[in-house]
């Protein structure tokens, strides 16, 4: 490996056939080019995807109540219901599995706007009626004051959290802490401002919602004895789908539906997406790995030929050089030494190139997106693809050596 004379007699094989040489080593910068740019790529995608889930408790259902199809115990079908409060203690005490269920109201119903006042100012905005166990399930964080308390739900108090676009609204840039918004005539005390924590988007804007305590909003706005929805968080090692079925079926039979109307319940498996887009970045990245292996085994077969040609070019030199000694290892070295000098050339600036690549669109995306956000690959992937490019490299120059040995050297001081 570090014989000057080999190296001389590499660079002038190189030097004899430049196009030739450019060409072989194209192909195999092109497949590690290919490579990095397809995983940069791929990895820039998943991080703005499933990026969009921080802040949400992954591991959550939503479940709601919709209109009977089923007719059952002298109901008729297209009968409304509500969850109501005992079902709320019913759930946490009846369904195992369970490490947060959050009751939810809504005033006004799914992506309802609800006008709020402060001053002179009005501005639409979603209002929730909730308890503080909800801030595990939304991705929310606290930017001033403090959130809901439970002392906030035993004392029925009209206090309310609103998010940053409700500040910017109705406050622009004075102090909202300890002021006073009025929503629907009732007057709450501002105690805290929240802002999102994730680009995603799972329903209402995050930083558009007012939050007031759950038993304050039952009887400031008429929902006695109503919940809208459960926000339920399964215990770790336990799978949401069975938290949800089995929530669904304890409701049925209080509420008095046929176990079998699976659409009196709607629900949101949080989970199941997040495993599904998962599962959708790992094809990804299989596919990139192929297709890039692919694309170096491909430039490694390039250049075996290649030096399958230049074997044959060379028989007379092969021939004059077994005549006066030198060995098969010496004659094996050089081949091996000729092919992978061409692939690491090669592999070296593709590499180069696909970073530099992944480099610019960062750059240019800046703080990302929400289809992209800091595409790049790690160490481990260059390691990968040299470890790759050596492998191909040994058996693109093995392959023509033993072809090389097989010559006679009498026959080859004949070749013309």
Known sequence: MFDRDRWNEVLMTLRRNKLRSFLTMLGVAWGIFMLVVMLGMGNGLKNAVLGGFDGFATNCAFIWTMPTTKPY???????????????????????????????????????????????????????????????????????????????????????????????????????????????????????????????????DNAEAKIYVPFTTFQKAFNSLNQVHWFSIIAEPGVEVSQVEKDVKALMARKHKVDPTDESAFGSFNLQEIYTMMSMLFIAISAISWIVGIFSLIAGAIGIGNIMLVSIKERTKEIGIRRSIGATPRNITGQIVHEALTLILIAGYFGLLAGVGVLEAVRVAIGEGSDFLKNPGVDISVAIIAFVVLIVSGLVAGLLPARRALAIKAVDALRAE
């Open 73 to 203: 115990q002298g109901f008729q079908r297209g009968r409304r219901f509500l969850f109501d409060n005992e079902d709320i203690q019913l759930i946490r005490d009846r369904v195992p599995g369970i490490e947060v269920c959050s009751p939810q109201l809504q005033l006004g119903g799914w992506q309802g706007g609800n006008n709020v006042n402060y001053k002179n100012k009005t501005a639409a905005f979603s209002i929730y009626g909730a308890e503080p166990e909800v801030l595990q399930v939304e991705a929310v964080s606290i930017v001033q004051g403090r959130f809901l308390n439970q002392q906030d739900l035993n004392d029925e108090r009209k206090v309310c959290v609103i998010g940053k676009q409700a500040v910017d609204l109705l406050f622009e840039k004075e102090d909202p802490m300890g002021k006073y918004i009025r929503i629907n005539g009732v007057y709450f005390m501002v105690v805290g401002t929240t802002q999102k924590k994730s680009s995603a988007q799972m329903g």
